[in-house]
């Protein structure tokens, strides 16, 4: 019985930590997510830094937040999202990232995030979309 108890205090005070580390990672903002749902480049903008790199398709560059606006706009009015969805998210305390998966009538895209805390608040620094691979299976 003793060794039984011992064992279950043991995985516990493993698994407290585990825990809380995992409680403690921040998530990519759900008014993100939202704004890619609902194609809102207005609210996204809210999220991006001062200073923008895009890299839509096959044109990069770094923007204003305003002009990085208007181009996400004129995206989202050319591929009207039906469902968008994090796929994988990671990084450090300051420097995060997410992978997301953004579905269009007829087409699928492949979306980067990076982001880095500005004033304790998660701005989007580097915004990547392309086009998803089809497969002809």
């Known amino acids: 019985m003793k060794k039984t108890v011992y064992i279950l205090s043991l995985i516990w005070a ?33 999220f991006f830094h001062d200073n923008v790199e895009l890299i839509i398709l096959d044109e990069e560059d ?47 895209f492949r979306i980067y995030i990076l982001m880095k805390k500005q004033e304790g608040s998660p701005l989007i620094h580097q915004l990547r979309i392309e086009e998803e691979e089809k497969n002809d299976q």
């Open 14 to 46: 493993i698994l407290i930590p585990i825990l809380s580390l995992n409680a403690q990672t921040e998530k990519v903002p759900e008014g993100i997510v939202l704004s890619f749902k609902a194609g809102n480049a207005a609210e996204l903008s809210k």
């Open 62 to 108: 770094v923007y204003s937040r305003s002009q990085a606006e208007q181009i996400i706009r004129k995206f989202f009015s050319e591929h009207k999202p039906e469902a968008f969805k994090i796929i994988f998210e990671g990084g450090k305390e300051n420097s995060r990232y997410a992978i997301g998966s953004l579905e269009t009538p007829g087409e699928k």
